[in-house]
């Protein structure tokens, strides 16, 4: 096959939900479609469980399980699609925040009983600062929920999204009777069986086909008429570039349990959604289709037998093809690398490829190379844009409890903060370590590592910060820049990468700071000058 058919049959795309919305239930009956999986319930859900016998444990089945799942692959109507899996629980918020800067798209899962939640909220915003085509999925239609207007209106408002549908429920919960796909005009009809479901797509010639009343029975099919009405006066005409442009995002329904609606959803996201995008360089904007191979490291994974001890960088391609056994440029390190045995994934398995294609994803094995947003080029020296750090929620000091022991402690924090599990900062004034995390949970699962992996004890203490912010002003020799760092010396920190980094204690100073200061910019996210990309 010809390199550019390759890049066109290519769809990598992440599956972003709130946790219970059906993320994992999708996925798997994506992955049923694909042929890539036999069963239902192959597909491990990556949640921390809440009140799990050993948080420990915990974490390292939750580790366990997102190794094996963090890119599933499958074959679709001869697509090669590419799902990058994304942690639903919020502690975890940055992992998927970095993985949406290796998609193309989005599917966006929402529970029609519960709406628009938080954790969507977020990250709908981060797809939002990007572009990336969303495509929202309104699932558990088989349960009551709110009115499908109601709902939609709802993501307007709360994702600020602009929204299309291009199916449409009849009905809902105890009476949902079907689907109606709007651009097909056919009619999906439900019968609560995953196996029968997708035999019972019936054609109809148009809306006032009196086949559609003997389907779904005269009430449900005026009702749908009226709706379908409203929504041709409501909502914009479906438009790809729009939706290329993340300007329109269009909308499906179904019920991801029974297996009812997937495959339209899938039918359209395969139709509708981009293979590989160009990517921005600090240098230049790289085609997928260059010749020359690029691409970053998005993700990096620890291995989970203590005794070896090499990680697992995840790299999606951006250009060219990368080869087995070739050598390739480390940009950061100037350093040629060659990889013998370098996996792709697919549904549950990993294997040693020869070659991957622009919008894949594979696995090098490291011994400490890698950090994440490093770039790796056939030669050119380019740097893939940042990969943003956001402002921590959680600060502590952390302290080494055995004086042994200080090497290791230092290695084993120096490499958890390259795998991006939490941040590091130095304290301007006296040199002590804070670590910043999204969720408390990252503080055990530190602990847990340096104590199992790394040998080392470490213990915490409690830092008041509200926000920390990344400090940046045109003129570094100015007085008022000078002054702000002799009266703020005490909240002042340097980032891993040498940033200086100011820690608010409150929003009320935060607030006093920035209007003391105009001249100085205080920024929530550490690419402050690369965060749209
Ligand atoms: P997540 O990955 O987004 O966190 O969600 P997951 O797929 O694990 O689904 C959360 C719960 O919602 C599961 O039930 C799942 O069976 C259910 N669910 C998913 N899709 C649908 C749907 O279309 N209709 C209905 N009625 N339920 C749906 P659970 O009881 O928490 O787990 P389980 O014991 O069934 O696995």
């Known amino acids: 096959m010809k390199f550019k058919d ?5 769809r990598t795309f992440g599956i972003i939900s709130h946790p219970d919305a059906g993320k994992t239930t999708l996925t798997e009956k994506l992955l049923l479609y694909g042929g890539a999986i036999q069963e239902a319930g192959a597909v491990k859900s990556n949640k921390i469980k809440k009140g799990a016998a050993s948080d420990f444990m915990e974490i390292e089945r939750q580790r366990g399980i997102s190794v094996a799942t963090s890119v599933l692959a499958f074959e679709y109507d001869n697509k090669k699609i590419n799902i990058l899996d994304t942690p639903g629980h919020k502690d975890f918020a940055e992992d998927t925040f970095r993985t949406l800067t290796a998609v193309d798209s989005v599917i966006v899962v929402i529970d029609v009983a519960k709406g628009v939640e938080e954790q969507t909220e977020k990250l709908v915003e981060v797809c939002r600062m990007r572009n990336i085509p969303i495509i929202v999925f309104i699932n558990k239609m088989d349960r009551e929920g709110k009115d499908a207007f109601d709902l939609m209106d709802e993501i ?17 919960g105890y009476d949902l ?3 109606y796909n709007i651009g097909k005009k056919n009619v999906n009809l439900f019968t609560g069986d995953s196996v029968k479901q997708r035999k019972n797509l019936i054609s109809i010639n148009n809306l006032t086909d009196p086949k559609l009343d003997e389907l779904v029975g005269s009430r449900a099919a005026e009702t749908l008429r009226e709706e379908i009405e409203l929504v041709e006066g409501i909502y914009p005409d479906y438009d790809r570039q729009e939706y290329l442009d993340g300007k329109l995002q269009p909308i499906f329904f179904g019920s991801a349990l029974h297996n009812f609606g997937v495959k339209e959803l899938l039918d359209g996201f395969i139709d509708i959604a981009p293979s590989p995008r160009p990517k921005k360089a600090e240098e230049r904007i ?3 289709d260059e010749k020359e191979f690029s691409g970053f490291v998005f993700k990096i994974h620890a291995n989970m037998d203590p005794r070896h001890r090499d990680r697992l960088a995840f790299v999606k391609v951006v250009s060219g093809v990368f080869e087995r056994n070739t050598a390739y440029k480390h940009v950061r390190l100037d350093k040629n690398l060659k990889f013998s045995s370098p996996n792709a994934f697919f549904a549950e398995k990993k294997e040693i490829v020869d070659e991957s294609f622009p919008g894949d994803i594979v696995g090098l094995h490291d011994t400490g190379n890698f950090k994440i947003g490093d770039t790796l080029t056939a030669g050119e020296d ?16 952390i302290n080494n409890a055995d004086p042994m022991k200080s090497k290791q402690l230092a290695k084993g924090v120096d490499q958890l903060m390259d795998e991006g599990v939490a941040q590091l900062f130095t304290l301007e004034l006296n040199g002590r370590k804070v670590i910043g995390t999204v969720g408390a949970l990252q503080f055990e699962v530190i602990q847990y590592r340096l104590e199992h992996e790394y040998g080392a004890t470490c213990s915490y203490e409690n830092l008041n910060v509200h926000k920390a912010c990344w400090v940046d002003t045109a003129d570094k020799n100015s007085a008022e820049f000078k002054d702000f760092k002799r009266v703020k010396a005490k909240f002042l920190a340097h980032d891993k990468r040498g940033q200086l980094v100011f820690f608010a204690d409150s929003a009320f100073s935060l607030q006093m700071t920035q209007q003391k200061y105009p001249s100085i910019k205080f920024h929530f996210v550490s ?3 690369s965060i749209a990309e």
């Open 527 to 529: 690419e402050f000058d």
């Open 156 to 172: 307007e408002q709360k994702l600020h999204l602009r929204v299309t549908p291009l199916s449409f429920p009849i009905g809902m």
């Open 286 to 288: 790289v085609q997928p």
């Open 382 to 397: 380019l740097h893939y844009k940042g990969i943003p750090s956001f402002s921590p929620e959680h600060f502590r000091y």
């Open 177 to 179: 009777k079907g689907i």
């Open 6 to 10: 390759q890049i066109a049959r290519r």
